[in-house]
């Protein structure tokens, strides 16, 4: 089956600029999952949606960044405006089923770099 | 909220050594503890995961071993191979109030590099 797609792979952006990435994971997969992964770090949750609702997002700076994922299965997760301190890789992950036990896949991330 | 903790950062052996690998975490509802290997700019797989009822799990060369009492959870690579290197990380599933979603809270990560 095809795995996570994620785009772009590398962006290099100005601080204050805006940005988005964009997410489609594998088929069937209810749960989908966006990281942010900070060199030399293991990746820390930003926002987690069921379907295209949000189950957890107490992670997410809100102020700058956003994410939707409206019908279900592609997302899209903005940040506006960025700061140096959001140079990172953009991990999306998802996940077939809600419980605890279901293995989430992974896409090869987005690389953010803010100058 | 939890809290997890993972030693060494780094981890150097030579082929055909064993390589462990350890985690702490701090919620103690946690019963989830899966473990991805990340290899240099790839994306995070799944190697080895292990629920809160078993102690110990082993998929060929590699094990993983859980301590519930005293909230450590570790993995071992037996006959280590240069293919084995890259950076580990383990994770942990704290509880959640509204559902049972698995929410995952990843240690720091391990590099592993193992020489010929």
């Known amino acids: 089956e095809a795995g996570v797609a994620q785009s772009p792979r590398y962006k290099i952006i100005e601080k204050r600029q805006s940005v988005a990435f964009w997410c489609n994971p594998i088929?069937?997969?209810?749960?989908l999952y966006w990281y942010q992964q900070i060199l030399g770090q293991g990746p820390k949750l930003l926002i987690q949606?069921?379907?295209?609702?949000?189950?957890?997002d107490s992670q997410l700076p809100k102020d700058r960044f956003s994410a939707e994922r409206l019908k279900g299965v592609d997302s899209t997760l903005k940040i506006q405006p960025a700061k140096l301190e959001d140079s990172a890789v953009y991990l999306c992950?998802?996940?077939?089923?809600?419980?605890?036990?279901?293995?989430?896949?992974f896409g090869p991330g987005t690389r953010l770099t803010v100058l | 909220g939890e809290n997890v903790e993972q030693h060494p950062s780094t981890l150097s052996v030579q082929e055909g050594d064993s390589a462990v690998i350890k985690c702490t975490y701090s919620d103690s509802a946690s019963n989830y503890f899966p473990w991805y290997k990340q290899e240099l700019g790839k994306r995070p797989q799944l190697i080895i995961d292990i629920r809160s009822n078993v102690g110990e799990k082993k998929d060929q060369r590699i094990a993983v071993t859980l301590n519930k009492t005293a909230k450590h959870f570790s993995l071992h690579i037996t006959e280590t191979q240069p293919e084995d290197s890259a950076v580990y990380f383990c994770?942990?599933?704290?509880?959640?109030?509204?559902?049972?979603?698995?929410?995952?809270?990843f240690g720091t990560g391990t590099r592993l590099l193992v020489s010929p």
């Open positions: 994770a942990a599933t704290p509880t959640r109030m509204n559902t049972g979603f698995q929410k995952l809270v």
């Open positions: 088929s069937g997969h209810a749960t």
């Open positions: 992950a998802s996940s077939l089923g809600t419980g605890r036990y279901n293995e989430q896949f």
């Open positions: 949606f069921q379907n295209n609702g949000v189950v957890d």
